[in-house]
């Protein structure tokens, strides 16, 4: 099985220490283009562009990269609250266009209800789910370029068509994550590849069979990975030094505020995200170098894969046993984390940067039992 890394683009802005902005860097374009243009050479398959009210606006982010890559896959965030199907559908053939097919997209239907309610979505849980799954019935019909017609609870369009066809057919390939029901179902339903932030393997493990399964109901068949920082060094004791660093900042009341921040979202995601350390310093080791310390005072994905590389290249590999072949990364500050990454991992996941492959083209299988990746013809 060959596996996709992508990395993140902090467009919210990156630091080195969490819950302190002393050695924050700012979200600039310049700081920005210089994550991805590194992260493509380096040979990430893509890149992550988030969402939120904290965040650039990832559709103008993705368009200010188009002329400063050329392979790297960008996956961006599409809030399916936030607008209409149908101007939706032109943007995305619009930037599927702009970057030769390179476009990706990750479905956000909720988040933070007070959040959406500042951007005037006023849904609860599971409407905002149904809302998604009648936007992308419709966005989906667009692209594949049918004209329309469709009076539904949440939208209604009559006549509408998309002009111009995306480079990929029959539409950008559709990401998401979510954890309760509601999620599970929509991604069965419409969605090419799911995402879970990353929780014990067991735990994901079980997600991926309720997704397959659900997925089977439907006769479709769902591509799986997981959402994870990374914290690798040349040693154990280095990495595990490092992971206490970047939160030696914070304080008591810093975890508390933040944790009861997260504790009134509706999300199941972040409660199952929180559940697994509980807002304690003393137990972020939830599973084998599989560390919650991230997620004490930051919401989504909290936790990290903490090691040297042989150390995480293995627990990596715990996840594709259980069906991922995609993993979106991160780590703090972005920049030097992508190259740490890649310098240290990329070799056992028989990985190579762009310059290398123009001359061999690397990769193929993961297994790092194997302790080596064959060379595909």
């Given amino acids: 099985m060959s596996v996709d890394v992508f990395w993140f683009l902090p467009t919210s802005g990156d630091t080195r220490y969490l819950g302190t902005s002393d050695f924050g860097r700012k979200p600039t374009f310049e700081y920005l283009h210089s994550i991805a243009t590194t992260s493509e050479n380096l040979g990430y398959d893509g890149l992550l562009i988030p969402t939120g009210s904290s965040c650039l606006d990832p559709w103008v982010v993705a368009a200010s990269l188009v002329p400063v890559t050329r392979r790297i896959k960008l996956l961006v965030a599409l809030r399916t609250s936030l607008g209409g199907p149908a101007a939706s559908a032109r943007q995305a053939a619009t930037l599927d266009a702009a970057l030769q097919g390179r476009l990706l997209l990750n479905v956000v239907p909720g988040g933070d209800a007070v959040e959406l309610e500042a951007d005037g979505v006023f849904l609860d849980h599971d409407a905002r789910y149904a809302n998604a799954d009648e936007f992308l019935t419709i966005w989906r019909r667009l692209l594949q370029g049918e004209t329309v017609d469709h009076d539904g609870r949440f939208y209604k369009v009559r006549g509408a068509r998309n002009f111009f066809a995306p480079v990929q057919k029959p539409h950008p390939p559709l990401y998401f994550g979510g954890s309760s029901d509601a999620a599970h ?17 067991a735990a994901v493990a079980e997600k991926f069979a309720d997704i397959r399964r659900r997925a089977a109901q439907h006769g479709r068949t769902v591509r799986l990975g997981v959402r994870l920082h ?50 304690r310093r003393d137990q972020l080791e939830v599973a084998p170098n599989l560390w919650a310390g991230v997620g004490l005072v930051r919401g989504g994905a909290g936790t990290a894969l903490v090691g040297d590389a042989k150390t995480v290249a293995a627990r990596l590999q715990e996840y594709v046993d259980a069906g991922a072949d995609t993993f979106v990364l991160s780590g703090y500050p972005h920049l030097e984390e992508s190259i740490r990454f890649a310098e240290l991992v990329f070799p056992l996941l028989g990985k190579a940067a762009v310059t290398d492959r123009d001359n061999a083209q690397t990769g193929g299988a993961f297994d790092v039992r194997a302790g080596r990746a064959p060379v595909r013809p």
């Fill in 185 to 201: 179902d929509l991604a069965a339903r419409q969605v090419d590849a799911y995402l879970t932030w990353g929780e014990p393997p």
């Fill in 230 to 279: 990374v914290i690798v060094r040349e040693t154990n004791d280095e990495a595990w030094a490092d992971a206490e660093r970047l939160i030696s900042h914070l304080s008591d009341d810093d975890i508390a505020r933040a944790q009861q921040n997260y504790a009134r979202m509706d999300s199941v995601g972040q409660a199952r995200m929180a559940a697994l350390h509980g807002g």
